[in-house]
């Protein structure tokens, strides 16, 4: 589904990965990007960040990334927002901070308890 809603970043087309309530996460097509916006009812979306958490999870050297990705594909799979194939090309590229999207405080609750259970360090940056 395209919409409207242009990337932040490249200016691609977009499409919307989530909705909880007034805030829809958009994923751009051309750099995969996301972004939450906040909806209006009568007027055009605009961006805003609020009550959603960018999951963050740090790898300190390749042995603990192999570890971790097996980890984060646990404690994330199922997640709307959440794409394996993003992981994997963070992966790829040597990035050893990888983005993992956009969670509500409800989410972030849930993946905080199975992090936890599985020992996974997961940061929820506030949006
Ligand atoms: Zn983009």
């Not at 794409?83 to 040597?94: E, F, S, T, V």
């Not at 993946?111 to 929820?124: D, H, P, R, T, Y």
Request: net charge neutral.
């Amino acid at each position: 589904m395209t919409n409207l809603i242009k990337c932040a970043l490249c200016g691609g087309a977009t499409s919307m990965v989530s909705e909880a309530g007034a805030i829809h996460l958009y994923k751009c097509h051309s750099c995969g990007n996301e972004f939450p916006v906040r909806v209006h009812f009568v007027d055009k979306p605009i961006p805003l960040g609020i009550k959603v958490f960018k999951a963050v999870v740090t790898a300190t050297d390749s042995k603990a990334a192999r570890k971790a990705q097996i980890q984060v594909r646990k404690v994330f799979g199922g997640m709307a927002n959440f794409y394996p194939a993003d992981l994997d090309r963070q992966i790829l590229q040597g990035e050893s901070v990888w983005d993992l999207g956009f969670y509500s405080a409800d989410e972030v609750a849930k993946l905080e308890q199975s992090a936890a259970n599985i020992g996974l360090e997961v940061q929820f940056v506030p949006s």
